[in-house]
């Protein structure tokens, strides 16, 4: 299984980003929706994000559409939607698939670090949470409906 910090990722603006420039930081990597009944969680994430940033959090938000087609916009627009709808500070990268023969290399990583419910590696819907520690470990996963909130308390303990 490769390190998480030898993988790259595109953002939405179409750059190309590794995943080392976030060595050090403890992250909130989720797959999120702008259509979706989870959508709201944006604003649990961006309030994670200015209260813990300045000690080494970022969340990174991946766009997926593989759950009802809840995200069905092209990359800028859905940068957009964040940008304005929920004032998002943290990286917003390119839409992606998160599961089957096309899941991102981050995605692969994650899920096999931390299989979900049932053992199962499969993400099961929008906004399952994967967190990473400083060292780069993934060292929890959370379903959709645990809210942002709820986690704040383990992303303290790693920083």
Known sequence: ????????????DGTEASLA?????????????????F?????????????????????????CNQFGAQEPGDDSSIAE????????????FAKVEVNGAGAHPVFQ???????????????????TKFLVDR?????ARFAPVTKPAAIQGAIEKLL
Do not use: D
Request: glycine residues 8%.
């Open 1 to 12: 299984m490769p390190e998480l910090y030898n993988l790259s990722a595109r953002r939405a």
């Open 21 to 37: 420039e976030f060595r050090g930081k403890v992250l909130l990597i989720v797959n999120t929706a702008s259509r979706c009944g």
């Open 39 to 63: 959508t709201p969680q944006y604003e649990g994430l961006e309030a994670l994000q200015q209260q813990l940033a300045p000690r080494g959090f970022t969340v990174l938000a991946f766009p």
């Open 81 to 92: 939607f964040c940008a304005t709808t929920y004032r998002t500070s943290f990286p917003v």
């Open 109 to 127: 990583h994650l899920k096999q670090a931390r299989r979900g419910l049932l053992g199962t590696g499969r993400i099961q819907w929008n906004f």
């Open 135 to 139: 060292q780069g470990e993934v060292v």
